[in-house]
């Protein structure tokens, strides 16, 4: 069984290539979440609907859409439930006389929290069950893999200032802002590449996945944190840049996100101009 909340589009939501951000479907699957947690799970698992954080998300977007006063459908249900951590699956759609164009399909690793004492706990015997009504198990488990951390000295560092408003009600940095820092350290580290290079062209680049794994919360304060990023695989078409957020040594967040180079006259993937894929295998750095 699959809950369907339906997601209102802002105009505010539209990037300069005039497609809603890759930032923005979080925020989706974050409402698609709320709204699940609070419609269908009954009183007695109230105290999960208050106390959740997400340990990992992974995103794959797989059209671009554009601007509808219609709402946007997001599907969402359980793939599968642990002993502290259970998992949701989505997928963001249009529907148009029966055929379905799917924009985001994603999983949420989730944790109930404890934010009396900053900490995880397990699921409860009630809480089990409300969340196997709407379990539908995948027919291949994924592999998850976690980021590895970087090598600092070869990687672009950002510095962090955490607004206010990027504040939750639980007084953490909101799981959809992390998105959007990666994406502030990716713009910023493409600047930095094509510095002093005024010749190599700048294509327009579309996000294609995003894999982000959440260590530990990030706070408001004055003091900024650090963004450290680099290109870990360049492709023909693509690459691969992997972040970690982090206070002084602590890692605090790591992402990996691959990027699509785009032409905006075919709508459609396209190769970078060589001098600048040049450039960027100047800069990759693999993991080991």
């Known amino acids: 069984m699959r809950h369907v909340y339906r997601c209102p589009v802002r105009w505010a939501d539209l990037d300069l290539l005039g497609h ?3 930032v923005v479907y979080v ?21 999960m609907t208050e106390g959740v954080v997400v340990v990992r998300h992974e995103v794959g977007y797989r059209a671009p859409m554009g601007f509808r006063f ?16 259970f998992t949701l699956g ?25 934010f009396a004492d900053e900490r995880p706990r397990r699921l409860t015997a009630d ?34 200032h955490v607004r206010f408003s990027d504040v939750d009600a639980y007084r ?5 802002k992390y998105f959007e820092y990666l994406q502030e350290s990716r713009i910023r580290l493409m600047a930095d590449v094509t510095r002093g290079h005024d010749g190599v062209g700048r294509p327009s680049i579309v996000v294609a996945q995003t894999d982000v794994d959440y260590l530990a919360p990030i706070l408001q304060r004055e003091e900024p944190y650090d963004v450290w990023s680099q290109i870990a695989r360049v492709g023909t078409r693509s690459m ?11 890692p605090l967040a790591l992402g990996r996100v691959t990027v699509v180079f785009f032409d905006m006259e075919t709508q459609r993937s396209a190769e970078p101009p060589a001098d600048l894929h040049a450039l960027l295998l100047t800069r990759v750095n693999a993991p080991s």
């Open 90 to 114: 989505y997928e963001v759609f249009h529907e148009d006389e029966g055929e379905r164009t799917v924009y985001v399909r994603a999983t949420t690793v989730l944790t109930p929290y404890v």
């Open 240 to 250: 691969t840049i992997e972040s970690e957020i982090a206070d002084g040594d602590r």
């Open 127 to 160: 809480e089990k069950t409300a969340l196997g009504r709407y379990l539908e198990p995948e027919d291949t488990p994924r592999s998850r893999t976690r980021t590895a951390r970087l090598e600092r000295e070869d990687a672009f560092r950002w510095p962090l």
């Open 172 to 176: 953490h940095v909101n799981n959809v």
């Open 70 to 85: 219609r709402p946007v459908e997001v599907e969402c249900w359980v793939t599968e439930v642990r002993a502290a951590t």
């Open 27 to 47: 925020d989706y699957l974050q409402e698609a979440r709320v709204d699940f947690m609070r419609a269908l799970l009954p009183p007695r698992a109230a105290d």
């Open 20 to 22: 809603v951000n890759n």
